[in-house]
C-alpha cells in the first residue's frame, strides 16, 4: 500500500470554490452557525478575496485599505460595513427562528 504524505498534497484554498452568489451565502451561512464574530469578519474577508477585492470594494463604497483591516482575522467590523460587504458579494443576511 502506497503511503501519500500530507505534504504532498495540495493546500486547499477556499475561495476556488466561492465562485456564485449561492456558494458565497453557503459559506458565510455555515460560519454565521458558529457564532463567533470574529470568523464572520474573516469570512467575508476570503469571500471579498475570492471575488476580488477591488470590485468589492467599488461596490461596497469602501476602501480597498479599509476592507482589508476590517475583514482581517479577528477584526470587529460595525454591522455597516458587514452589511455594505455583503450587499456588494450579492448576498444578504437573515435572521431563522432559533426554534421552529
Known sequence: MNKIKISSLPEFDITEH???EQ???????IVMEEN???AM????????RARGM????????????ALYKAL???AKPRFD???????ALGVKL???????
Open 36 to 38: 463567533d464574530p470574529a
Open 54 to 65: 477591488s470590485e468589492i470594494a467599488a461596490k461596497s463604497g469602501l476602501t480597498r485599505e
Open 81 to 87: 460595513t458587514i452589511s455594505r460587504v455583503c450587499a
Open 18 to 20: 466561492l465562485d456564485s
Open 72 to 74: 482581517r482575522p479577528n
Open 23 to 29: 456558494a458565497v451565502a453557503e459559506y458565510l451561512t
Open 41 to 48: 469578519a474573516h469570512a467575508l474577508g476570503i469571500a471579498a
Open 94 to 100: 437573515v435572521a431563522q427562528p432559533l426554534h421552529s
